[in-house]
């Protein structure tokens, strides 16, 4: 992405990370935020590729980030946060520079937002651990009674073009004999 001349004067041209003043800087927004200058960090090439990666196994160079934690900047303050607390379970620097510092909550919750948006989220498994999407088929793995009829949808009916229930991983609907019924994930396999 391009640099806003604002943003190039706030980063004296050089990477709000690691201070490496690469010619090809690039801006980030620091996710879930939106574009807005106030959202985005100044990023080196070496730096976005690596956040890009998600790829943070070469840690001296994400140690640049103990001074970086420090910036008068909240973007540049929630991305060195974010990238330390993924380091923190393997590296001690990264530990103690969290601790030692300290960001308002508004920060820390922006730093955790992209994690609990995506922990939020509802996944649909079959019995074997495969994630289902809306528009799958699936086979049943045992025999079904379909609830309101007669009638006992047997092992290995194929299932086609079911819809995930949002609110709940357990469950998915689909058509059997026409009538749209609720199956549990647990008695279906994704058909390849």
């Known amino acids: 992405m391009s640099i806003n001349p604002q943003l190039q004067n706030r980063s004296n041209q050089a990477c709000?990370?690691?201070l490496n003043p690469d010619s090809d800087l690039n801006a980030y927004t620091v996710p879930p935020r939106?574009?807005?200058i106030e959202n985005q960090v100044v990023l080196c090439s070496e730096c976005?590729?690596?956040i890009a990666s998600?790829?943070?196994t070469n840690t001296h160079h994400w140690r640049c980030l103990e001074g970086s934690i420090w910036s008068e900047v909240p973007s540049v303050q929630v991305l060195s946060y974010k990238i330390m607390s993924r380091l923190s379970s393997t590296e001690e620097w990264a530990r103690d520079t969290i601790e030692s510092v300290y960001l308002d909550e508004s920060l820390v919750e922006w730093a955790n937002a992209e994690d609990a948006l995506e922990a939020?989220?509802?996944i649909h498994k079959d019995s074997f651990g495969v994630v289902l999407e809306t528009g799958d088929s699936v086979i049943l793995t045992q025999n079904l009674n379909v609830k309101?009829?007669?009638y006992i949808a047997p092992k290995g009916t194929m299932v086609r073009k079911i819809k995930?229930?949002?609110?709940?991983a357990d469950q998915i609907e689909g058509k059997i004999n026409g009538d749209t019924i609720v199956i549990l994930t647990r008695f279906v396999r994704k058909s390849v």
């Open 148 to 150: 309101g009829t007669s």
């Open 48 to 50: 976005l590729g690596q």
């Open 34 to 36: 939106n574009e807005s």
């Open 54 to 56: 998600g790829d943070y």
């Open 16 to 18: 709000e990370l690691c």
């Open 164 to 168: 995930l229930v949002p609110d709940n």
């Open 120 to 122: 939020g989220k509802v």
